[in-house]
């Protein structure tokens, strides 16, 4: 399994951006799949999930309300819509994959396929 992600860049405090992330070689519409980020200095965190099937989406606390996942099984995406941006989310950003969920989509142990990343900058 391959997992590519892209959309990152350099944008203003408030500005927009759309994160997307491709995987290739599995079931991706049976996938858990998450988005984390890792800031300079400081740990992968949980950005948010969506869940095979049901398409339940969840959110860290930081980004609930600004950040919107989403999925498309027919191209094998999903997508981190990104609003009202702030410094703090400066980071590289990840996506996961988790071909077996066990019901703690907010754990880095929980996914077992993942991308390289891609940088976030975000000024002010």
């Known amino acids: 399994v391959q997992v590519l992600e892209s959309g990152g860049g350099l944008v203003q405090a408030g500005g927009s951006l759309r994160l997307s992330c491709v995987v290739s070689?599995?079931?991706?519409?049976?996938?858990?799949m998450g988005w984390f980020r890792q800031a300079p200095g400081k740990e992968r965190e949980f950005v948010a999930a969506i869940m095979s099937d049901t398409y339940s989406t969840y959110y860290g606390g930081s980004v609930q309300g600004r950040f919107t996942i989403s999925r498309d099984d027919a191209k094998n995406t999903v997508f981190l819509q990104m609003n009202s941006l702030k410094p703090d989310d400066t980071a590289v950003y990840y996506c996961a994959g988790d071909s077996s969920y066990s019901g703690q989509y907010y754990k880095i142990q929980e996914y077992n396929y993942w991308g390289a990343g891609t940088r976030v900058t975000v000024s002010s």
């Open positions: 070689g599995g079931t991706f519409n049976r996938f858990l």
